[in-house]
């Protein structure tokens, strides 16, 4: 596994460390996200953490919310880290407080998300690096 994804692994266990957590893994291409959630998974799992996957392949909150994030908040707590995987539509401005930590995967000159937690150029999959934004000029708006 990619130190990148250990890294971010250990980052996101630091800030969030017990409890149900939910993680979006989002980007330009979908199905990039989703090996990337993937690779983030076994990370977390390789650290002791138990995961659950879900993809959205078109971003729509609606059912999103209704059949992936409502049972999975309803389910007793276990420590349980939810990754759901999917399009830029799942950082739209009204489901952005349904994720304790964010993830954007992007490859080559794709711009990076403003609320990403983490993000990580893909570009080799075989090789992910971190990309680190300075946002601070930027208007809140920027990436949305």
């Known amino acids: 596994m990619s130190d990148v994804w250990s890294d971010i692994s250990s980052e996101f266990l630091h800030l969030y460390p017990r409890g149900r957590r939910l993680v979006v893994v989002a980007g330009a291409d979908a199905e990039r996200s989703r090996h990337a ?12 953490q138990q995961v659950e996957r879900a993809d959205s392949r078109d ?19 276990s420590g349980t880290v939810l990754i759901v995987s999917g399009p ?19 490859a080559g000159d794709e711009a990076p998300h403003s609320i990403a937690s983490a993000i990580v150029d893909v570009s080799d999959p075989s090789k992910p690096t971190r ?14």
């Open 88 to 106: 830029p539509e799942l950082l739209s401005t009204t489901a952005r407080g349904l994720w304790n930590f964010v993830v954007w995967q992007l």
């Open 59 to 77: 971003g729509d909150e609606p059912t999103l919310r209704a059949a992936v994030v409502a049972p999975f908040r309803a389910a007793p707590d």
């Open 37 to 48: 959630a993937d690779d983030f998974a076994s990370s977390l799992t390789s650290a002791g």
């Open 131 to 144: 990309r680190f934004a300075d946002y601070c000029a930027l208007p809140s708006s920027f990436g949305a």
